[in-house]
C-alpha cells in the first residue's frame, strides 16, 4: 500500500504559468482533500471530494481548480500561478461518512512562484 | 475567524518530563477532535483522537482531555522522548460534513 502520493515533489513556476498537483489514494477511500501550509498559518483547506463527481470550495479556493478524475484520483490545477500561492500543498484522504475517522495525508509538493 | 486556536508556537520540554499541547475551539457544532503530528518535509500524520461524547482518550503515551464546557483540549505526552520533537496540529470536525478545521501547530522542541 503506497497510501496517498502526490507529484511532483518540488515545482517552480513563473507568474502566469498554469500546472496541475496530482495526487492519487490506494485505500478505496471516498473522500479527497487539497490544503496549503504556510508558516504560521497552519493547514487551510482549498477544496475537498467527499465522493467521485462532486467537489466542494474549502476556506481558500480563489485560484484554484480541482478535478475527482475517479475514485483514486483527485487534482489541483493552478490555471495563472502568483506569488501568493507559494506554498506547501498537501492531499488528504479519508473513508468519509458518518464514521469518525481520520485523514490520511500525503508527502507533499513544494511549490515556488516567481 | 480562528474556529482552532494553539495559542502557544513553540514549546521546550526535558525528555522524560510530560508535554502538555494546548488547544481551543469556537465552534460548539465540533463533535470530534483529532491531533495530527508533523515532521519537516513530511505530511501530516494521525495521532490520537477523541469524539464529543467522551472527556479523555488515551493511546500509549498518548492521552488527549477534553473539557466541552470550556472548549478546550490537551495533548500531554508523557514521557517525552526525542523523536517526539515536532510540530503537533489540533483539528477539529462537526457532524455535518467531513471537513477538518486545522490550528496553526504548536513546534515541540524535546531537549535533551
Known amino acids: 500500500n503506497a497510501g496517498v502520493t502526490q507529484t511532483p515533489k518540488f515545482q517552480v513556476l513563473k507568474t502566469g504559468q498554469s500546472m496541475t498537483l496530482q495526487c492519487a489514494q490506494d485505500?478505496?477511500?471516498?473522500?479527497m482533500y487539497w490544503y496549503r501550509q504556510d508558516p504560521g498559518m497552519g493547514l487551510r483547506l482549498i477544496y475537498y471530494?467527499?465522493?467521485?463527481?462532486?467537489?466542494d470550495k474549502g476556506e481558500v479556493p480563489n485560484g484554484y481548480n480541482v478535478s475527482r478524475l475517479n475514485k483514486r484520483e483527485f487534482s489541483l490545477r493552478l490555471e495563472s500561478a502568483a506569488p501568493s500561492q507559494t506554498s506547501v500543498y498537501f492531499c488528504?484522504?479519508?473513508?468519509?461518512?458518518?464514521?469518525?475517522?481520520?485523514?490520511?495525508f500525503g508527502p507533499g509538493t513544494r511549490l515556488t512562484v516567481l | 475567524d480562528q474556529q482552532v486556536k494553539q495559542n502557544s508556537p513553540s514549546l521546550s520540554v526535558q525528555e522524560g518530563r510530560i508535554s502538555i499541547l494546548n488547544c481551543d475551539y469556537t465552534?460548539?457544532?465540533?463533535?470530534?477532535f483529532l491531533w495530527y503530528k508533523k515532521y519537516p518535509a513530511e505530511g501530516p500524520t494521525f495521532l490520537i483522537s477523541?469524539?464529543?461524547?467522551?472527556d479523555k482518550n488515551e493511546d500509549g503515551r498518548f492521552t488527549v482531555f477534553l473539557n466541552k464546557s470550556a472548549k478546550h483540549l490537551s495533548l500531554h505526552i508523557v514521557p517525552s522522548q526525542p523523536g517526539d520533537s515536532a510540530v503537533y496540529f489540533c483539528?477539529?470536525?462537526?457532524?455535518?460534513?467531513?471537513?477538518?478545521?486545522f490550528g496553526k501547530g504548536t513546534r515541540l522542541h524535546i531537549l535533551p
Open positions: 488528504a484522504s479519508s473513508l468519509s461518512g458518518r464514521i469518525y475517522n481520520e485523514q490520511f
Open positions: 485505500m478505496n477511500h471516498n473522500s
Open positions: 471530494s467527499a465522493s467521485e463527481g462532486t467537489t
Open positions: 465552534n460548539s457544532m465540533f463533535d470530534y
Open positions: 477523541i469524539s464529543s461524547i467522551k
Open positions: 483539528a477539529a470536525r462537526t457532524n455535518r460534513d467531513d471537513k477538518i478545521i
